[in-house]
T-cell receptor, first 111, second 114 residues
Framework: QKEVEQNSGPLSVPEGAIASLNCTYS??????FFWYRQYSGKSPELIMF????GDKEDGRFTAQLNKASQYVSLLIRDSQPSDSATYLC???????????FGKGITLSVRP | DVKVTQSSRYLVKRTGEKVFLECVQD?????MFWYRQDPGLGLRLIYF???????EKGDIPEGYSVSREKKERFSLILESASTNQTSMYLC?????????????FGPGTRLTVL
């Protein structure tokens, strides 16, 4: 059973801090990795994806991938109350277009 | 921008009814997916389709069927709705070109079965 695990959470950080969200995956053949943000009552929206080892930055968001250790993380710099949401990690194994999702972690940014 | 639309945001049905949930995407994507999302269980794949008239079972297909007669439209059918099918249903689409396989979601349909 291919699994994607995320910290149980919830995670609470003060406004302006760095929020670090972590995700591990079991399938060593995984090819691409995604972070989605989901506000309460809304559908998931793609924040960014990564498929090479290392860091990928997009504004205040940085995705980090370490295939040897089978983890992917999302850093949110200068956290804002509007970042308060559930963050879903998803993984694709390259064999087809299916994604395996983690259960998500809820982030709360305190003003 | 990719746009995925779903026929209803909220739906209330009675046990035993046949229920149709419609999903339409406007980006000519080959792949379409139906998920349900429940608290504590995360997103679970019901069915997906990688081409017109093609479908594959996901992790929880029991009690559901799908139809894809046109590339842009993917329908989820609950043959005889039951209370344990009360859930948020999410449709998504993706394209294999480019290799990343990112999926884009519709707004969701919150279905309540009484």
């Amino acid at each position: 059973q291919k699994e994607v695990e995320q910290n149980s959470g919830p995670l609470s950080v003060p406004e302006g801090a760095i929020a670090s969200l972590n995700c591990t995956y079991s399938d060593r053949g995984s090819q691409s990795f995604f972070w989605y943000r989901q506000y309460s009552g809304k559908s998931p929206e793609l924040i960014m994806f990564i498929y090479s080892n290392g860091d990928k930055e997009d504004g205040r968001f940085t995705a980090q991938l370490n295939k040897a250790s089978q983890y992917v993380s999302l850093l949110i710099r200068d956290s804002q109350p509007s970042d308060s949401a559930t963050y879903l990690c998803a993984v694709n194994n390259g064999a087809n277009s299916k994604l395996t999702f983690g259960k998500g972690i809820t982030l709360s940014v305190r003003p | 921008d990719v746009k995925v639309t779903q026929s209803s945001r909220y739906l209330v049905k009675r046990t035993g009814e046949k229920v149709f949930l419609e999903c339409v995407q406007d980006m000519d994507h080959e792949n379409m997916f139906w998920y349900r999302q429940d608290p504590g269980l995360g997103l679970r794949l019901i069915y997906f389709s990688y081409d017109v008239k093609m479908k594959e079972k996901g992790d929880i297909p029991e009690g559901y069927s799908v139809s894809r007669e046109k590339k842009e439209r993917f329908s989820l059918i609950l043959e005889s709705a039951s209370t344990n099918q009360t859930s948020m249903y999410l449709c998504a689409s993706s394209s294999p070109s480019g290799g990343a396989h990112e999926q884009f979601f519709g707004p969701g349909t919150r279905l309540t079965v009484l």
